[in-house]
């Protein structure tokens, strides 16, 4: 969460000469990210983002605390000034009666008291840095709770007393269903185990820790008030915040866990703005309810241990000098340090490596050195073996044969997943329907791209991502593959093969096989030593697709080469024309004439139209030049064995 | 000695013929006229058994030289006709292009932003020893949260910020997830115990998110060093030298204090912002937009946590670690100014045709 505060409010409790920017730098290097100081009006305005660890630091005099430790370390002189905290005068009079029952597991401590005020505007001062640090100025009452809030750190609360329906209120845990409504006006149901306070008659009177309710609340007739700081369980905060949406500032703060101690500072300073601002006069004893006192703790470090995690010789005298400014009570005795964590630090600290970071921190990041880790033993490394390294390959490859590479969701709509639904992993908290379960293919997405870009008629795509296959009692396989779509006026099925063949021969892959899809569709499987390596599929006239096993093309793709020595001898070349029956294949006829003669080296189809197919061949020898003769009897025997085999004539 | 003055004539004009021939196929004609099967040299050579045998010797010889002559002055005259030729050609061929023509192109795609910086990526650290790894997207609580030393509670593993897979909890592993980062292979690698190790885990994560700098799927990229004697110092430097490489050598790098679960001490990673140069302010004195007072962060980094060491099986007194978490998306549209992190994963083609 991020908080706003002037530069005149910090140095109420921060003295020091330096500027705002000098401040803001030094915080943000060693503490906490201002993330911008502007300018506002005559002063300056930190807008500060503050950790989940560090709610100690959501406050004015909690960043003065801060800013006064860390300053010295950039030369700088700073003081950190406490707020005073006067005790209020006890009532004169008959004492307002007021009771509380708690209950521990919910509330850590509760500090109350009831105050007769005068509800007007709020003094320009309190307006002006509550509007500076984004909350908006009602009046004098709720302001004051904002106030108290933003300068000690814990959230407030305040009661119209004549509105509770009684004298008692009781801390409980909600039950389902019940429902409340808002000061904001809006009515809620709520989700059960959630922290609320109820009335004597058993009204739910407040939302404990993240909003007030509208029966209660403070309105302009207001006379007299019960001011209310609770320090909550925070998982309880969390749960019902989220579950709610109502993400107020204090129940940001109560979720992070604020420091029960600041529950009486936060009272005792509210009284003392009510008596001044309010006309406020306190009408009932102090009320002070403090189960869960937190332990004090500490925590030891040894000198070796800060210089090898930092990596610089800090002394033990220097890192207990930085701990004391930041509040923590510190012994040295030999080689090791020991500290006591303060009670606004006990939920960040403990352990000697929290330590370290703090003593690392305030003596500047900036101010380590910077070096490589030193070299360490040697392993091998064969790009073969990396999956990573054809995947660069691959996508390369297709980069330069005209495909443009996307990246989809892992997550697909029901519409677009492939297989039984009822068997899908399936997100339990998905954001949307269109991003419910973990895809079992690639190409459906693939086809919602070409599906958005339905301007164009020409397009290449390709994907190499995981899909994820449901195994029982375990995680899911997460398999890599490489899904390609090819659109074009005329496209067919040997425009996608051809870029697998080609994909595979440049992977030194030789075996791959294409059989008929047995099971609807046209197209192929790809099939790689006996396994399936996916599929090709034409969707269209003008479309096709293909999914492929990437896993397996890297595990058979090789960087080494089928070298064969050069002939001496040149080739002679020629073409054949072959009339052939319509359901005669390529690979039929090639097997036969290649079965000819060992002296065939090339064969390659050259062009097909009707029933013709036109190869080329090359026949060469080693041994040496090949005679008219020799060549003449090898044609002569493949037109033969195709004419007696597959009825094939050469075509005059 | 009819023949020889037939010989002697048929070369003179020959010669002379060839002298005047202008292209290759005049000559050709001419060779086949004169030299060719039925050429009229050749007729005369045939003649020659008819002469006397006393001067056959000096006739025959002096046809040899007729046939050289001819012979020569055709591929001298065959080889300049050719030239000119060429040289006609070339000139046409000169006039008729247009330099300032669009070529003829081969095909040429795309490679997405996320794979370019991927592979930039994995090349700067595999120069520095890193190893590339990947693993689960979809994990086990356990690895991603209980094991990186994540209470109970913490908001990350609510409903609200991590996306659960419906199925049945493991015994020991607990609920099926998305995994919301990649240090869960943090874990994984560590268990493997071959140290020491130098990681680079590149992986798809998911959070449950969508607004302009968020989006439900994107991509990190890890750095673990695990061995003895690592300290803050090994971690400034690593990311010095990414920094460095990756954006440029004039960008400066700072650290500052942060709050993981599973890193004690915990770092923010800035890097100085590329429009105003480090300065917070444009040239025109304008406050700089895209960074803050100069500075752009990049991602997260810290020592590991001796927690998370332990549940990894690794000795905390022997080993000490740090680990660097970064998107892909975030320093990929820094270093290319996109705006927009969700235009990233934009899937029409015109936006992705621009990579």
Known sequence: ?652 | MELEKELLSLKNNAVSLILDAKTPEELEELKLQFVGRSGSLTKLLKELPKVPENERREIGQLANEVKTVIEEALERALEQTTKHRQAERLLTLKQQIDVTEPGNTPPLGHLHPVTEAIEEITEIFSHIGFTRVRYPEIEWDWYAFEALNFPKNHPARDDWETFFIREAPHATYGPMLLTPHTSSGQIREMLKAEMPIRMLNIAKTYRRQSDVSHVAMFHQFETLVVDEKISIADLKGTLDYFVKSYFGADRKTRIRPYHFQFTEPSFEVDITCGACLGKGRLPDGQECKLCKEGWLELGGAGMVHPNVLKNSGVDPDKYSGFASGFGVERVATVKNGLEDIRDIYSTRLSFLEQF
């Open chain 1, 1 to 652: 969460m991020n908080i706003q505060i002037l530069d005149s409010w910090l140095k109420e409790y921060l003295k020091t000469e330096a500027p705002a920017k000098k401040i803001a730098e030094a915080l943000s290097l060693t503490s906490v990210s201002v993330e911008r100081v502007e300018k506002w009006k005559n002063d300056h305005l930190y807008d500060i983002e503050i950790t989940t660890n560090r709610p100690d630091l959501a406050s004015v005099v909690g960043l003065a605390r801060e800013a006064g430790a860390v300053l010295a370390e950039f030369d700088i002189k700073a003081e950190f000034i406490p707020p005073k905290l006067p005790l209020p005068q006890k009532p004169s009079g008959q004492k307002v009666p007021l009771t509380i029952i708690n209950d521990s597991s919910l509330v850590n401590r509760i500090t109350a008291v009831v105050l007769d005020v005068s509800v007007r505007k709020s003094p320009a001062l309190i307006q002006d840095r509550l509007e500076a640090t984004g909350i908006r100025s009602l009046n004098n009452i709720i302001d004051i709770t904002n106030y108290v809030m933003r300068t000690i750190g814990h959230p407030t609360h305040v009661f119209d007393y004549d509105r509770l329906g009684g004298t008692s209120l009781k801390i409980r845990e909600s039950k389902r269903g019940e429902t409340i409504i808002t000061l904001d006006g809006k009515q809620h149901s709520l989700p059960g185990g959630d922290i609320v306070a109820e009335n004597e008659n058993d009204e739910i009177v407040d939302l404990i820790g993240i909003m007030g309710l509208a029966n209660s609340v403070v309105t302009d007739e207001t006379k007299r008030i019960v001011f209310f700081i609770d320090n909550n369980e925070p998982h309880h905060i969390r749960k019902t915040s989220m579950a709610l949406g109502i993400r107020t500032e204090a129940a940001q703060l109560n979720e992070k866990q604020i420091d029960p101690e600041l529950a009486l500072e936060a009272l005792l300073y509210g009284i003392s703005l009510y008596l001044e601002f309010a006309d406020g006069k306190v009408v009932s004893d102090i009320i002070d309810i403090y189960p869960n006192q937190p332990k004090t703790k500490t925590v030891s470090v040894s000198e070796k241990q800060v210089q090898a995690t930092i990596g610089a010789p800090v002394s033990l005298s220097e890192a207990a000098e930085i701990l004391r400014r930041l509040g923590f009570p510190v012994g040295v005795s030999g080689e090791v340090l020991r500290a006591e964590v303060p009670s606004f630090r006990s939920a960040d600290i403990g352990i000697p490596e929290d330590l370290i970071e703090e003593i690392a921190r305030v003596y500047g990041y900036h101010n380590i050195p910077s070096r490589l880790p030193q070299a360490t033993t040697l392993r091998a490394y064969n790009p073969e073996d990396s999956i990573f390294y054809w995947e660069k390959r691959a996508k390369e490859m297709l980069k330069y044969w005209g495909f443009t590479e996307v990246y989809t969701y892992s997550m697909v709509p029901e519409e677009i997943y492939e297989g039984r639904i009822e068997s899908a992993l399936a997100l339990a908290n998905p954001l949307s329907s269109d991003m419910a379960y973990m895809r079992r293919t690639l190409v459906p997405s693939l086809l919602a791209v070409m599906r958005e870009n339905k301007q164009r008629e020409d397009m290449r795509l390709f994907e190499i991502a995981n899909i994820y296959e449901k195994q029982t009692g375990d995680l899911p396989r997460h398999l890599l593959r490489l899904g390609g779509l090819m659109a074009a006026p005329q496209i067919n099925f040997q425009d996608g093969k051809g870029i697998i063949e080609q994909l595979a021969r440049d992977f030194g892959i030789r075996q791959l096989q294409f059989v008929p899809l047995s099971a609807g569709g046209i197209g192929a499987s790809v099939i790689l030593e006996e396994q399936n390596c996916g599929n090709i599929e034409v969707f269209s006239d003008s479309v096709l697709d293909f999914e492929l096993d990437f896993e397996l093309l890297a595990k058979h793709a090789t960087t080494r080469k089928a070298y064969q020595k050069v002939s001496k001898y040149p080739p002679i070349v020629e073409d054949i024309a072959l009339k052939v029956p319509e359901d005669t294949s390529y690979e039929a006829i090639v097997s036969v004439i290649q079965r000819q003669s060992p002296l065939i080296r090339h064969l390659s189809l050259l062009d097909r139209y009707g029933d013709t197919r036109t190869f080329h061949l090359e026949y060469q020898s080693d041994e040496k030049n090949l005679t008219t003769e020799e060549v003449t009897a090898i044609r002569e025997k493949i037109f033969q064995s195709l004419r007696s085999q597959l009825h094939i004539f050469p075509k005059k």
